[in-house]
């Protein structure tokens, strides 16, 4: 069936009405693809099943905000009744994007207003929101339902005021470590402004929130929120007030507990007994996620106990616990798929984990002393324990201060199915603790023997042939992240000729210069974005790869001395995009 | 005590005169040097089979010692969540993170004020953060030189006070944001020390 019409734009003359019928029929089959992998597909078959999946698609995923204008976006997806977007890299966590990069929510909402009446979600990470952005947000969807924010900043509590108080539908606002503006003068009590007849709510995390909120306006939401099945309290929240709330809404699914801290002699409030919590704990019959822990008191850790063999999910990464106080808990949890915690524990606690969390698919390991120079509490001899006990293992971030490649290897075989790697040698390139050598053989089995491996970051003393591995084995990497390792381009050509898959790729402080990063002119377009920062590129090759790739923006980003007319260039940053290059570039960033 | 104070002052005085004046050379932001030369590869990542104890290996014993921007990679949110509790059993240490504002800048920047030993790093770092956008106004104004902003802080009291006058130590715990402005608007605070 031929099809000679030009343009899918909805201005031209509308198709034949038998085209019509089969796009109509395309858009009802259409409707139930749901991932947005299969609907690129889809919409690559014809311009008929581009038209129709357009029309159908609901949620719009942008990984990088610049990659696409605002204004395409909403004119090829005129049904979205749900944007997720992307801003600044990854790296930006690490202070390694000055502020002021760009990544502002703004141009986006303004133009949504006009163009998505039945917006109903946001989704947003590492982007650049404002309380402006977040009024005009909450005035011009009357559907909207959803707001979730990660890693965003730019907004305070009288934004969040805002939509507490004019998103009369919400369900879900989740601010998760968000960097939130706490100006003394302008704390807004934004708890209160969720109006009496606002009772729908199902989701409200706000750790992030740094400053006090208003207990009693909050136990009132909580007790009229019927639907409320997640809830996670900031550190300003005692053991008595989650004691409360709790009480209040004994269907919470998903807790996250605050501080866990009593406030000593609160107004003559007796102190909490343990037993007491606990029953309250008991009475959560539905809990099967917790987290939060602030500022844990001991004294109150086992108040969880009757919940532990119901806990799917744990997050104890902000409590300076030990080995002997985990094990009690961890004993419990039979059930764990997630456990996020700090290498307080030590080996011995992880040797706990390994003995009881036999369905264990993902595991955080946070440093609480995050220097190069610590004692380092767990090592080689922890995560081989990890390694034993919980074979179904998926996903790991273990941070430490020495390694084995004994025991990366020795992971690598026990836990096959592992989809993401990240191991953090915190000393900058550490060798083998063992036998001195360069950690690339222990790296090398994990891209080796781990076949479903998405994600990998590595680190210690590495040199090219780890990435000679990475691309001979590490077919199905995505996302690569790399710090102080290697000690040519060879590196990069490797991975950039050998890893088809890659689609996000992001360096520092790594020997490697123009004729590495030449080397992937055939694959950027096939990329998200890549990062290179104190490598050895020059403006000369950033610029030969301007040339040759018109739709990438090759962004060089200043010191803060924004000495950009120099040779070296400090930190690239390029990604593919549809608009060419943006508008919103501040001074300390120059686009090639 | 004034002779101190004096030097105080002028160790903060921030100079945006052009390269080459009498502000030293900080080579680290020349960008000839930034191309990383062979001894520094050497400082990054060498290690000798000796050292298979696991001892970072220092060829260059600053480049090595020195605190590395961004790394271990713990975002500042959960190290935030630490330093504060580190701190409740020391001294108050409110004074980690603070914004940098520069009158007529369009950026706020923020900076950790426990990366640096004292005010003279501090006001170079300071410096280099704002040369950029301040070159511009002093290639305006001829005739210049390079002491026309003065760096002032909003301590714990709310106060706004001049950068310098106090013991280091003090500073880093009861300063809540910087504020660089114009020397002409901060003289009035000059004459109260």
């Given at each position: 069936m031929?099809r ?10 509308p198709?034949?009405?038998s085209?019509?019928v089969l796009e109509?029929?395309i858009?009802n089959?259409l409707?139930?693809?749901?991932y947005?992998r299969d609907r690129?597909?889809?919409?690559l078959?014809c ?8 029309q ?5 995923f942008?990984g990088?905000?610049?990659a696409v204008s605002?204004?395409?976006?909403i004119?090829?997806?005129r ?10 890299p ?10 002021g990069?760009?990544a502002?929510f703004?141009p986006?909402v ?8 039945w ?8 982007m650049t929101?404002s309380?402006a952005d977040?009024a005009l947000l ?6 909207f339902?959803?707001?979730?924010l990660?890693c965003?900043?730019g907004?305070?509590t ?6 507490a108080?004019?998103?009369r539908?919400l369900?879900?606002?989740d ?6 503006e ?5 704390v ?6 969720f109006?009496?007849a606002?009772?729908c709510?199902?989701?409200?995390s706000?750790?992030?929130v740094?400053?006090?909120v ?5 136990e ?8 409320l099945r997640r809830?996670?309290?900031n550190q300003?929240?005692?053991?008595h007030?989650?004691r409360r709330?709790?009480?209040?809404a004994p269907?919470l699914?998903q ?10 002699g609160?107004?003559?409030a007796p102190d909490?007994d343990v037993a ?6 008991a009475?959560?019959?539905?809990l099967?996620?917790l987290?939060?822990f ?5 004294e109150y850790l086992p108040a969880i ?8 999910s744990?997050n104890?990464?902000?409590a300076?616990i030990?080995?002997?106080?985990l094990?009690p808990v961890?004993?419990q949890?039979?059930n764990?798929?997630?456990f ?7 080996d011995?606690g992880l040797q ?5 969390c036999k ?8 440093p609480f002393d ?7 509490s767990?090592?080689?001899?922890g995560?081989?324990?990890i ?5 179904k ?5 273990y ?6 490649n004994?025991?990366v290897?020795?992971?690598s075989k026990n ?5 993401v790697?990240r191991?953090?040698?915190m000393?900058?390139c550490?060798?083998?603790q063992?036998t001195g050598e360069?950690m690339d053989e222990?790296?090398g089995?994990i891209?080796m ?5 998405t ?7 590495l040199t ?7 691309a001979?084995h590490?077919?199905s990497?995505r996302?690569l992240?790399v ?6 381009d060879l590196?990069l050509?490797?991975?950039l000729?050998?890893c ?6 992001e360096i520092?402080d ?9 080397s ?5 377009y096939?990329?998200?974005f890549v990062?290179m920062?104190?490598c050895k590129l020059?403006?000369?090759g950033?610029?030969?790869v301007?040339?040759s790739?018109p739709?990438?923006v090759?962004?060089?980003?200043g010191?803060w001395?924004q ?5 070296a260039?400090?930190?690239?940053y390029?990604?593919r995009?549809l608009?060419?290059p ?5 001074p ?5 | 005590?004034?002779?101190v ?6 160790d ?8 080459g004046s009498e502000?030293?050379?900080k080579?680290a932001?020349?960008?000839?040097k930034?191309?990383?030369?062979e001894d520094?590869e050497a400082?990054?990542?060498k290690?000798s089979?000796?050292?298979a104890?696991g001892?970072?290996?220092v060829?260059?014993?600053?480049v ?18 630490f330093?504060?509790?580190?701190a ?7 004074g ?8 007529g800048a369009?950026?706020l920047r923020k900076?950790d ?6 005010y003279?790093?501090l006001k170079?770092?300071?410096d280099?953060?704002f040369?950029?956008?301040?070159q511009?106004?002093?290639s305006?104004?001829?005739g210049?030189?390079g002491?026309e902003?003065?760096i ?11 950068v310098?006058?106090v ?6 715990s009861s300063c809540?944001?910087l504020r660089?402005?114009k ?6 605070l000059?004459?109260?020390q």
């Amino acid at each position: 069936m031929g099809r000679v019409r030009g343009g899918e734009e909805r201005a031209d003359q509308p198709p034949p009405f038998s085209d019509q019928v089969l796009e109509n029929v395309i858009e009802n089959v259409l409707e139930f693809l749901e991932y947005r992998r299969d609907r690129n597909a889809a919409s690559l078959v014809c311009r008929s099943w581009y038209r129709a999946e357009a029309q159908t698609r609901r949620e719009v995923f942008i990984g990088n905000c610049y990659a696409v204008s605002p204004a395409r976006a909403i004119t090829r997806f005129r049904a979205a009744r749900a944007l997720v977007l992307k801003g600044r890299p990854r790296f930006a966590d690490f202070n390694l994007v000055p502020p002021g990069w760009g990544a502002r929510f703004s141009p986006w909402v303004a133009a949504m207003a006009p163009a998505y009446p039945w917006l109903e979600r946001v989704c947003l990470k590492r982007m650049t929101v404002s309380d402006a952005d977040l009024a005009l947000l909450a005035r011009s969807f009357p559907s909207f339902r959803d707001l979730t924010l990660i890693c965003c900043d730019g907004f305070g509590t009288p934004g969040l005021a805002t939509i507490a108080e004019l998103c009369r539908n919400l369900r879900v606002l989740d601010l998760i470590e968000n960097d939130v503006e706490d100006e003394d003068e302008q704390v807004a009590d934004w708890i209160s402004k969720f109006p009496e007849a606002t009772a729908c709510l199902e989701s409200l995390s706000f750790e992030c929130v740094n400053c006090p909120v208003n207990f009693a306006a909050l136990e009132a939401l909580v007790v009229r929120s019927r639907s409320l099945r997640r809830l996670r309290v900031n550190q300003h929240v005692s053991i008595h007030q989650l004691r409360r709330l709790m009480e209040r809404a004994p269907q919470l699914t998903q807790l996250g507990t605050g501080s866990f801290h009593s406030v000593p002699g609160a107004a003559g409030a007796p102190d909490l007994d343990v037993a007491d919590l606990e029953s309250t704990y008991a009475a959560s019959k539905s809990l099967v996620c917790l987290s939060g822990f602030r500022m844990l008191e001991h004294e109150y850790l086992p108040a969880i106990f009757p919940v532990c063999a119901n806990l799917v999910s744990l997050n104890l990464s902000y409590a300076m616990i030990t080995a002997e106080q985990l094990k009690p808990v961890i004993f419990q949890c039979h059930n764990l798929h997630t456990f996020w915690v700090l290498d307080t524990i030590g080996d011995d606690g992880l040797q706990a984990v390994a003995k009881s969390c036999k369905n264990l698919s993902e595991l955080r390991v946070f440093p609480f002393d995050a220097s190069e120079d610590s004692e380092g509490s767990v090592s080689d001899s922890g995560l081989v324990a990890i390694s034993e006990g919980c074979p179904k293992l998926r996903s790991i971030l273990y941070f430490c201060q020495r390694m084995t490649n004994a025991a990366v290897m020795a992971m690598s075989k026990n836990c096959p199915d592992l989809v993401v790697f990240r191991l953090c040698i915190m000393g900058r390139c550490r060798p083998d603790q063992i036998t001195g050598e360069p950690m690339d053989e222990g790296f090398g089995a994990i891209v080796m023997n781990c076949k479903k491996l998405t994600r990998l970051a590595v680190s210690g003393l590495l040199t090219d042939r780890v990435f000679e591995y990475i691309a001979n084995h590490g077919k199905s990497v995505r996302t690569l992240s790399v710090a102080f390792a290697g000690n040519t381009d060879l590196s990069l050509k490797y991975i950039l000729e050998g890893c088809p898959n890659l689609q996000k790729l992001e360096i520092r402080d790594s020997p490697f210069g123009d004729a590495g990063l030449l080397s992937g002119i055939h694959h950027f377009y096939n990329m998200r974005f890549v990062w290179m920062s104190a490598c050895k590129l020059s403006s000369a090759g950033c610029k030969e790869v301007a040339r040759s790739l018109p739709h990438l923006v090759v962004e060089v980003i200043g010191e803060w001395s924004q000495d950009l007319d120099t040779d070296a260039v400090e930190k690239l940053y390029l990604y593919r995009s549809l608009d060419g290059p943006r508008e919103d570039a501040p001074p300390f960033v120059k686009i090639l | 005590m004034e002779a101190v104070a004096a030097s105080y002052v002028k160790d903060t005085e921030l100079r945006l005169g052009l390269p080459g004046s009498e502000a030293p050379e900080k080579p680290a932001m020349r960008g000839g040097k930034r191309a990383l030369p062979e001894d520094d590869e050497a400082a990054f990542c060498k290690s000798s089979p000796e050292d298979a104890s696991g001892l970072r290996s220092v060829g260059a014993a600053p480049v090595a010692k020195a605190q590395v921007v961004g790394w271990p990679p713990i975002r500042t949110y959960r190290k935030n969540n630490f330093q504060a509790r580190k701190a409740e059993t020391g001294a108050d240490a409110s004074g980690l993170f603070v914004k940098v504002s520069m009158d007529g800048a369009p950026y706020l920047r923020k900076i950790d004020l426990k990366l640096y030993q004292g005010y003279k790093e501090l006001k170079e770092a300071l410096d280099s953060m704002f040369k950029s956008f301040s070159q511009g106004e002093s290639s305006r104004k001829e005739g210049c030189n390079g002491s026309e902003y003065a760096i002032t802080y909003e301590d714990k009291d709310g106060d706004l006070m001049l950068v310098g006058d106090v013991p280091w130590e003090m500073f880093t715990s009861s300063c809540k944001r910087l504020r660089i402005m114009k020397a002409s608007e901060a003289r009035g605070l000059e004459s109260k020390q």
